[in-house]
């Protein structure tokens, strides 16, 4: 971590509801025991870069919306901590380089967690509750459909399916998480809402010799079909349905514009002769997951 991001602070939430400094110790890149960089966009774009206990945002001003978020995540530490924290702005930010409140205000739209709540939370249980509600700050939220189904369920517990499957290895993980940032993504109160998000989820394994390596998987959360914004208000249609996909890592480096390093080497989803979203691979339930 650089010097500038450790002398950044966090704004939580302590139990009287006023604001309190954290220390910031941010994504570590060298959390898996192999060097896993914090992806970034390929366009050479303007971001913030905002360091949180445990995570960090890559905010894209103009879009008000991170375009990156990268955590880390240790299992076998994990706190079951009740949840709390309230909805902040980051005040190292201007605010009119975030979606904020008025966005999710008196509609169907709901402040999407990109690095979920629990994720940070491990360690001490100071440090997973501090960590946890740092999580609460509006560039690591995105606008997604209220709408509930099996599929956002299965969506929201992907981390977990992961961590169980790589408990051999001390559980852990370094996940990416944001939306997929679109210029045709529909326009609503002064952003654009986006109609998919992408997630890498990163761990090690061992090779034929035994030897660590890295291994990774990407799915895509697809909620067009929930949104509908062409008279400038939310519509939610009846029977709309969220969609979530294992997809190769190389398809959301190329439709994100974010370059993903070696995650893309290391995708446990065999390739395929079929190219393009005919490749993506439906999840229903668990089992349709393919981790290795």
């Known amino acids: 971590m650089t010097e500038q991001a450790a002398s950044r602070d966090v704004a939580g939430d302590d139990k009287d509801g006023d604001v309190a400094d954290v220390t910031s110790d941010a994504y570590d890149d060298g959390f898996l025991g192999i060097p896993l960089p914090l992806p970034r966009p390929v366009d050479g774009r303007e971001v913030r870069e905002l360091t949180y206990p445990r995570f960090t945002v890559l905010l894209d001003p103009q879009r008000r919306l991170a375009v990156v978020t990268g955590v880390n995540i240790d299992g076998a530490t994990l706190q079951d901590l009740p949840r709390t924290g309230e909805w902040e702005l980051d005040p190292r930010v201007p605010v009119a380089e975030q979606a904020g409140p008025a966005v999710y205000a008196s509609n169907d739209l709901d402040r ?153 080497a290391a995708d446990v989803l065999p390739r395929t002769t079929v190219r393009g979203e005919d490749a993506w691979r439906p999840l229903r339930e668990p089992e349709d997951l393919v981790l290795g």
């Open 112 to 264: 999407g967690h990109l690095v979920r709540r629990r994720d940070p939370g491990w360690g001490s249980a100071a440090e997973a509750r501090r960590a946890t509600e740092a999580t609460f700050t509006y560039p690591n939220a995105a606008p997604q459909a209220s709408g509930f189904n099996q599929s956002k369920e299965l969506w929201l517990g992907l981390e977990d399916h992961v961590l169980t499957f790589a408990q051999a290895t001390d559980e852990r993980l370094s996940v990416f998480t944001a939306p997929v940032l679109q210029a045709d993504d529909p326009a609503y109160r002064g952003i654009r809402v986006p109609r998919r998000f992408f997630k890498v989820a990163a761990w090690v394994t061992p090779d034929d010799d035994g030897m660590p390596r890295l291994a990774a998987a990407g799915f895509v959360l697809d909620q067009s079909e929930l949104i509908d914004l062409s008279r400038g208000v939310l519509a939610v249609p009846v029977l709309g349905a969220f969609r979530t996909f294992q997809v190769p890592i190389a398809d959301i480096e190329e439709l994100t514009g974010v370059d993903l390093g070696p995650l893309v």
